[in-house]
């Protein structure tokens, strides 16, 4: 279970990847999608790092 969180911050960065990258191929981008992109690729990257340091 420990191997599951510890890369729970990359999955989350890679929903945002996905947030992103679906409506820009489709061409339904808005600023509410980049929004919501951005937000969870923060968050994946700062939760990596702080369960990389928590799980060490």
Known sequence: MNGF?????VL???I???VLAVPALTGG???VMLLIGL???I???????ALN???E
Do not use: D, P
């Not at 968050?43 to 790092?49: E, M, N, S």
């Open 16 to 18: 945002g990847v996905l």
């Open 29 to 31: 981008m808005t600023n």
């Open 53 to 55: 340091k928590y799980f």
């Open 5 to 9: 969180v510890k890369y729970l911050g």
């Open 12 to 14: 989350v960065l890679l």
């Open 43 to 49: 968050a994946g990257y700062l939760g990596h790092i």
């Open 39 to 41: 937000g969870l690729i």
